[in-house]
């Protein structure tokens, strides 16, 4: 299944300019739809919706905004009001990653996550999400992870608000599914976006050897499971393998190993 082609509808990606949302808003301009590009990062926005624009003739527009902060769900929904753009689709990818021991991590980190991950989604389905129901259509693509299903040492907090996302959206999709509304949550392994830092020739054999993806893969997966309807979305047979596997080693067992990693690096 390819992306369904448009020339009048929009779709608006949170985290637009680098990595898996690059390659969402790359391939949904490519299937003729009018974007919305959300990010932080002023200049790499107005480059990529130059390009966009001379390369697909499709509008983009852009909000460059700190979706870490109160209030960025409600701004952004307002500057679309005011561009007289309404999404039929938000695919809400904005994220950060870092690993780091619970006692040392500042505060300040932890709102950033909460924020990020949690409370500016929430806020983006439910105020797209109303606009779309009255519509009778639209679709919604939120961002998870497998980490959803493996807290760790040093990831305790990534992996606790990548499950909010998953429990979320299977919630919000049978709220939402009587008005047309189609809600999908993407749970991705190792994306090569550079945010590991490891080798690169390291990250060329994950790739090569299916542990890793490449945004551009996984952003054609999560959209195919997007326009299909799914509620959720596991790319990659060695993820789910390893879902699966996790959930039969002893809790106790699997933080001790992890932990043991964490150290080594």
Request: hydrophobic fraction near 40%; glycine fraction near 8%; charged fraction near 20%.
């Amino acid at each position: 299944m390819t992306i369904p082609t448009q020339h009048s509808k929009t779709a608006l990606v949170t985290g637009a300019t680098g990595g898996i949302g690059w390659a969402f808003s790359r391939q949904l301009a490519a299937a003729g739809y009018n974007l919305v590009a959300v990010s932080n990062q002023y200049d790499a926005l107005e480059s990529m919706a130059d390009n966009f624009r001379n390369r697909y003739g499709v509008d983009v527009q852009t909000i460059c905004i700190d979706l870490a902060t109160q209030g960025a769900a409600q701004e952004v929904f307002a500057r679309c009001e005011e561009l007289g753009m309404e999404p039929e689709v938000l695919i809400n990818n904005a994220g950060i990653f870092f690993f780091e021991q619970f006692q040392s991590l500042p505060m300040r980190r932890i709102n950033t996550m909460m924020e990020l991950h949690m409370n500016t989604p929430t806020r983006l389905c439910r105020l797209f999400g109303e606009q779309m129901a009255q519509k009778g259509r639209g679709y919604i693509l939120n961002i998870s992870s497998i980490c959803a299903w493996m807290p760790n040492p040093g990831l305790h907090l990534y992996a606790a608000t990548k499950e909010y996302v998953r429990s979320m959206s299977e919630g919000v999709r049978y709220d939402l599914m009587p008005y047309g509304v189609k809600v999908t949550a993407l749970c991705p392994g190792g994306v090569d976006t550079g945010l590991y830092n490891f080798p690169e020739k390291l990250v060329r054999g994950l790739v090569r050897w299916g542990i890793f993806t490449t945004p551009e893969k996984l952003a054609r997966r999560g959209l195919k499971a997007m326009f299909k309807g799914r509620k959720r979305v596991i790319p990659g047979v060695l993820n789910r393998l390893f879902i699966l596997l996790v959930s039969l080693v002893p809790t106790k067992m699997r933080l001790r190993i992890v932990s043991r990693i964490y150290k080594c690096n």
